[in-house]
């Protein structure tokens, strides 16, 4: 499929990943602006973005309606309660797509700091595979650890870390909220992406992706701001 035929959308999930992280990393301060605002912004003047869900906790509604409703109305952006759980909240999604819309971008909303270039890579890939995830290798030496003792070493160039976003094709998103099973590794084509993106759990994570977000590489301005251009803020 051409470029031009390609419509996203992009789920933000705030629920923490399926391998583990803190279920409130999207609304913790990061140099005054919190990720889930950095990650609408991320992808709201994107020409290929067609619709923007943010998918939410039960318990988590009353403080988002009060601190970000207005920045993702504004911007939008949809917001949809879901779960608890990573694949919960995607099935949630799958319920709120378009018909018209031919790939899903999932993302963790915990997650700011994507470069630019990440995201092109991303887009020009989906559909070359189910699934197409952004990875960044691992530097060192991995132990493997059971029972809280360490059982052997493994080679680093043998692994990458997956990352988010992700970007499935419609038949493979629709056939993940069914499942809520992890789309098997076979599924997935991986990208190798900028080590700047990572997760925020916390205040201390906070301070570290506040410096990292001033060391990614920033596009030039567009005239052309996608379907959700005029939101600023």
Same mark, same amino acid.
């Given at each position: 499929?051409?470029?031009?035929?390609?419509?996203?959308?992009?789920?933000?999930?705030?629920?923490? &990943?399926?391998?583990?992280?803190?279920?409130?990393?999207?609304?913790?301060?990061?140099?005054?602006?919190? &990720?889930?605002? $950095?990650?609408?912004?991320?992808?709201?003047?994107?020409?290929?973005?067609?619709?923007?869900?943010?998918?939410?906790?039960?318990?988590?509604?009353?403080?988002?309606?009060?601190? +970000?409703?207005?920045?993702?109305? +504004?911007?939008?952006?949809?917001?949809?309660?879901?779960?608890?759980?990573?694949?919960?909240?995607?099935?949630?999604?799958?319920?709120?797509?378009?018909?018209?819309?031919?790939?899903?971008?999932?993302? /963790?909303? %915990?997650?700011?700091?994507?470069?630019?270039?990440?995201? /092109?890579?991303?887009?020009? @890939?989906?559909?070359?595979?189910?699934?197409?995830?952004?990875?960044?290798?691992?530097? /060192?030496?991995?132990?493997?650890?059971?029972?809280?003792? &360490?059982?052997?070493?493994?080679?680093?160039?043998?692994?990458?870390?997956?990352?988010?976003?992700?970007?499935?094709?419609?038949?493979? +998103?629709?056939?993940?909220?069914?499942?809520?099973?992890?789309?098997?590794?076979?599924?997935?084509?991986?990208?190798?992406?900028?080590?700047?993106?990572? $997760?925020?759990?916390? @205040?201390?994570? %906070?301070? $570290?992706?506040?410096?990292?977000?001033?060391?990614?590489?920033? &596009?030039? $301005?567009?005239?052309?701001?996608?379907? +959700?251009?005029?939101?600023?803020?």
């Amino acid at each position: 499929m051409a470029d031009s035929e390609k419509r996203f959308a992009v789920v933000l999930l705030t629920a923490p &990943p399926i391998h583990g992280g803190d279920p409130g990393g999207a609304y913790v301060k990061v140099a005054e602006r919190e &990720p889930i605002l $950095r990650c609408v912004e991320m992808f709201v003047t994107r020409p290929m973005t067609q619709q923007m869900l943010a998918i939410i906790r039960a318990s988590d509604k009353e403080d988002v309606n009060l601190k +970000f409703q207005a920045h993702l109305s +504004f911007s939008g952006v949809k917001t949809v309660v879901g779960g608890d759980k990573w694949h919960d909240q995607i099935a949630a999604a799958a319920e709120h797509i378009k018909d018209d819309i031919t790939h899903v971008i999932v993302h /963790d909303a %915990a997650r700011p700091a994507v470069a630019f270039t990440d995201l /092109d890579d991303l887009e020009e @890939a989906a559909g070359s595979a189910p699934a197409v995830g952004l990875a960044a290798p691992v530097a /060192d030496v991995v132990v493997e650890y059971a029972d809280g003792k &360490p059982v052997r070493y493994h080679d680093p160039a043998g692994y990458r870390l997956l990352l988010t976003p992700q970007a499935f094709t419609r038949a493979e +998103f629709d056939d993940l909220a069914k499942s809520k099973v992890e789309t098997a590794a076979e599924r997935i084509r991986l990208l190798d992406a900028n080590p700047l993106n990572q $997760r925020v759990n916390n @205040a201390k994570d %906070a301070k $570290r992706v506040a410096a990292l977000l001033k060391l990614l590489p920033q &596009p030039k $301005r567009e005239e052309n701001l996608g379907p +959700f251009g005029e939101a600023q803020w």
